[in-house]
């Protein structure tokens, strides 16, 4: 996936700071960099309760962070397939207060097979 850089994104800034100290939320991201996953397979990967990963799956969606899809099952059943938004956040520290630098994925949604 490719990076862009953009100036108005919709990241909550606080919220982000508050997930990066959270050790589900960053296992999480990490996780989602290898691939879009469900909240099934994040919680294997990360070790947390079922009710652990899908607070901070919600948290991390609506900071803005990740995005999520519903994907069709092929015994009919859906799921929701969630993916990486943002690639990187820079924040500085400025004598105006906070400078936020936000690079999203180009790509974020995952293709729809």
Not at 31 to 45: D, F, M, W, Y
Not at 70 to 94: E, F, M, S, W
Request: net charge negative; charged share 30%; glycine share 6%.
């Amino acid at each position: 996936m490719q990076t862009m850089e953009t100036q108005e994104p919709d990241i909550e800034i606080e919220a982000t700071l508050s997930l990066c100290s959270d050790e589900y939320a960053m296992e999480i991201l990490e996780a989602l960099k290898r691939g879009p996953s469900t909240a099934a397979q994040l919680r294997e990967c990360c070790d947390g309760s079922r009710v652990t990963i899908y607070r901070r799956l919600n948290s991390l969606e609506d900071a803005g962070l990740i995005g999520s899809r519903v994907k069709l099952q092929c015994d009919g059943n859906h799921c929701k397939l969630y993916y990486p938004v943002v690639d990187r956040i820079t924040i500085a520290i400025t004598d105006d207060g906070f400078d936020t630098e936000v690079h999203c994925l180009e790509e974020t949604s995952p293709d729809s097979s």
